[in-house]
C-alpha cells in the first residue's frame, strides 16, 4: 500500500524504509514491524491466538472453537475489505488487522476495523503500528470515518489505544458484553472523523 510510517537510522533488521514498515514507539523489543496482507499460508498461526483471544472472553463476542476454515471465514476479509499481518524481520506473525467498509452500498464511506496481538508480543508497539497503519490506510483509500462498534469498555489498553489516535466514544451499549472477568460490561461505539 506504499504506508512508510517512519524511518530509523539504527534500525539493523533491513526492514526500515520497505512498504509497509512501521517503528513502533516501545523501541526496546521490536526495531521495527512490517505490515503486509495476509494470506492462506498465515492462517495456522493467526488462528491459535484468534482462538486464545476469544476463550479469554474479554474483547471480542466471535463463537468459540472455531476450527481454522471458521477463524478464516470470520478474520479473512474479502475486497474492498482487506486482512494484514505485522511480522517482525524475521516472518514472524505478531499480530493481524482487518478492515473495509463498515456497511455496504450507503454505508460504506465509513470503515471499520478489528485487530489482534497476539498474547505474548502485546506491549511492545505491535497494536499501534496496525492501529496507524489502518488510520493510513481508510484515509488513502478516501473514507470519511473509521467507527468501532463494539469497544468492550473494561478492555483498557483497546480503549486508550484508540483514544490516543484521536477515537471519541460516541455511545455505550450498556451490558452488551458478557465479559468472563466483569459479567456484562458495556459496548462503546468509538469514532475517528476522518474529514
Ligand atoms: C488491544 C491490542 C490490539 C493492543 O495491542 P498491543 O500491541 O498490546 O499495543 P501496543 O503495545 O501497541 O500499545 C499501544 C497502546 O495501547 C495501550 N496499552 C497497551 N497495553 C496496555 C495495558 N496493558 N494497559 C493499558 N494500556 C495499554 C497504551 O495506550 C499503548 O500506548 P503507548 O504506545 O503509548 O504505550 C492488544 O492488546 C490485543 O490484541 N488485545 C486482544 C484483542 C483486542 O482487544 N482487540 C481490540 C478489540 S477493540
Known sequence: ????????????????????????????????????EATDADLPVIAPFFREIVAEGETYAFPED???????????????????????????????????PNRPARGSHIGTASFMVSPGSRGQGVGRALA????????????DGIQFNAVVETNTAAVALWKSLGFEVLATVPGAFESRRHGKVGLHVMFLPLR
Not at 533491513?14 to 503486509?36: D, M
Not at 476479509?77 to 506473525?93: F, H, I, K, M
Not at 496507524?132 to 473514507?143: F, K, L, S
Request: hydrophobic share 40%.
Open 1 to 36: 500500500m506504499g504506508l512508510v510510517a517512519a524511518s530509523g537510522a539504527s534500525c539493523p533488521n533491513g526492514l526500515v524504509g520497505q512498504s509497509g514498515c512501521y517503528v513502533p514507539r516501545v523501541k526496546s523489543y521490536r526495531c521495527a514491524v512490517l505490515i503486509r
Open 66 to 100: 472455531l476450527d481454522d476454515d471458521g477463524v478464516r471465514a470470520w478474520w479473512f476479509e474479502d475486497l474492498p475489505g482487506r486482512t494484514v499481518v505485522a511480522v517482525d524481520d524475521d516472518g514472524t506473525v505478531l499480530g493481524t488487522a482487518k478492515m473495509g
Open 132 to 143: 496507524e497503519h489502518v488510520v493510513d490506510w481508510h484515509r488513502e483509500q478516501g473514507y
